[in-house]
C-alpha cells in the first residue's frame, strides 16, 4: 500500500517516461468500492442477509404492505425491494397509521446503508493477508534450487490465489461469458437484460445494465461457495488444477524482469479441448501451470513436482507479451522503462499463445527424456 508502480495504457505505443508521467500508487490501482459486498435488493442473498438488511423495520416498529398485503418474510422484503417507492406501504405498528414521505424516504437510506462485506473479508482472511508469505517463500525455494525437479512449496495456496484472480479480475473469464450469453439468448432475454439501468436504482455504481448486474450476481454467489470450500464452478477449477497439472516455475534472466496486468492470470484454451495458466508471481518469477499427463498421479507429484526453468532474455520478451496482449486496461511495470520487459524501445504485438504451447511441447519431451 505504500509503493508505487508504472501502469502503461494497453493501446499506448509510444511510451514517453520523460513527458508523460505514468505513476501510480499500488493503494489505489484496481480498487472499487463495495465491489463484493450486498445491500438489500441484491439477487443473491441469504436469509441472514435479508434479516440484517431489514433490521431497521423492526427497530422502528414498522409494518410493511405491498398492495395491501403485509410481508414480513425478510427475503420477500429483498426480492420485492425494487418496488419500494412504488409499492411498498409504510405502517406505525402501534397504531397503523402510514408513515410520512419523509421518513419513508428516510428509511429506505438506512437500509441501504447497510452492506455485508463477508466476502471481501473471506478474501483478505484466506488468501490475500497470506499472499506476501506465499511469494516470499516461493522466491526462497527458487533461490536455493538448482535442480530442474524442485519441491512444491505452497502449491496449494498459489494455485488458490491464482484461480481466485483469474475471476475476481475484469472481464470474467471467458468460458463464464459464452455460458452466459448463451443461455440469455436461449431464453430470449439477451435485448431485455441489456437495457441501462437507472443511475437512482443501480445497486453498484460501476454496473450499467441489467445484464451486468445479472452476470456479478452470479460471481458473487461463486465467490461464496468458493470461499467455503463448497463446490461451485471456481472450487472446481481450482480442484482440477490440483488434481491434475504440474506447475512450472518461471525465473528472469538477471537485469530483467517480468510485467503484470489489471488481469494477471492469461488463460489459454487449446484446441485439443486442454487449458494453461500463465501467472506473473514477482517481478522475477512467474508460473505456467498445464495437464501434467499420465506420469503425474500420486500425491507425492503435488508435493514434490515443481518444474525450474531459468529463462533467457529472448523467452521472457515472449512470456511478458503474453501478460501484456492479455491485459483488460493496461499492464503494469515496476521499472521506469522498457529495458527490462520487452524487446527494443517499443512493445510488439506477440501473440503469448503460442509461445506456451511451444515452451510446453519443449517441457514435455524434457520430462520424457528423464523418466527414460
Not at 508505487?4 to 489505489?28: A, M, R, S, W
Not at 429483498?78 to 419523509?102: C, M, V
Request: hydrophobic share 35%.
Amino acid at each position: 500500500d505504500k509503493t508505487n508502480i508504472f501502469f502503461i495504457d494497453k493501446n499506448e505505443k509510444n511510451i514517453d517516461f520523460i513527458n508523460k508521467d505514468y505513476d501510480e500508487k499500488t493503494k489505489k490501482l484496481g480498487r472499487i468500492s463495495n465491489f463484493y459486498s450486498r445491500r438489500a435488493g441484491a439477487l443473491f442473498r441469504t436469509k441472514e442477509d435479508c434479516n440484517k438488511y431489514f433490521k431497521p423495520i423492526k427497530a422502528h416498529s414498522y409494518t410493511v404492505k405491498i398492495e395491501g398485503k403485509e410481508i414480513k418474510d425478510t427475503l420477500e422484503l429483498n426480492d420485492k425491494f425494487y418496488d419500494y417507492d412504488e409499492k411498498w406501504d409504510i405502517y406505525y405498528r402501534r397504531n397503523n397509521e402510514l408513515i410520512s414521505d419523509e421518513l419513508k424516504e428516510s428509511l429506505k437510506k438506512e437500509i441501504l446503508d447497510i452492506h455485508n462485506r463477508s466476502l471481501e473479508e473471506g478474501w483478505n482472511v484466506l488468501l490475500e493477508r497470506n499472499w506476501p508469505d506465499v511469494r516470499q517463500q516461493l522466491l526462497s525455494a527458487v533461490n536455493n534450487e538448482t535442480k530442474s525437479l524442485i519441491h512444491a512449496v505452497k502449491r496449494k495456496e498459489l494455485i488458490k490465489f491464482m484461480v481466485s484472480l483469474n475471476w475476481r479480475t475484469i472481464p470474467a473469464p471467458k468460458l463464464l461469458l459464452s455460458d452466459y450469453n448463451t443461455i440469455l439468448q436461449e431464453l430470449g432475454i439477451k435485448e431485455l437484460l441489456d437495457n441501462t439501468i437507472d443511475q437512482e436504482d443501480r445497486m453498484y455504481p460501476f454496473i450499467e445494465t441489467f445484464s451486468e448486474e445479472q452476470l456479478h450476481n452470479i460471481l458473487l454467489m461463486q465467490y461464496d461457495k468458493f470461499l467455503k470450500n463448497s463446490g461451485g464452478i471456481i472450487f472446481k477449477e481450482y480442484e482440477l488444477i490440483y488434481n491434475n497439472m504440474v506447475i512450472e516455475l518461471l525465473v528472469a534472466p538477471n537485469g530483467y524482469e517480468f510485467i503484470t496486468s489489471d488481469k494477471p492470470v492469461c488463460v489459454y484454451e487449446h484446441k485439443e479441448n486442454y487449458t494453461e495458466y500463465l501467472f506473473p508471481n514477482a517481478p522475477m518469477l512467474a508460473c505456467v501451470v498445464r495437464n501434467g499427463g499420465e506420469e503425474f498421479k500420486t500425491e507425492d507429484d503435488k508435493k514434490n513436482y515443481y518444474v525450474l526453468t531459468r529463462l533467457d532474455k529472448d523467452k521472457l520478451f515472449d512470456y511478458n507479451e503474453a501478460i501484456k496482449n492479455n491485459c483488460n486496461k493496461g499492464y503494469i511495470l515496476s521499472q521506469k522503462t522498457l529495458k527490462p520487459y520487452f524487446k527494443g524501445l517499443h512493445c510488439r504485438n506477440v501473440a503469448g499463445k503460442g509461445v506456451l504451447a511451444q515452451h510446453a511441447q519443449l517441457q514435455t519431451e524434457r520430462r520424457r527424456g528423464q523418466a527414460e
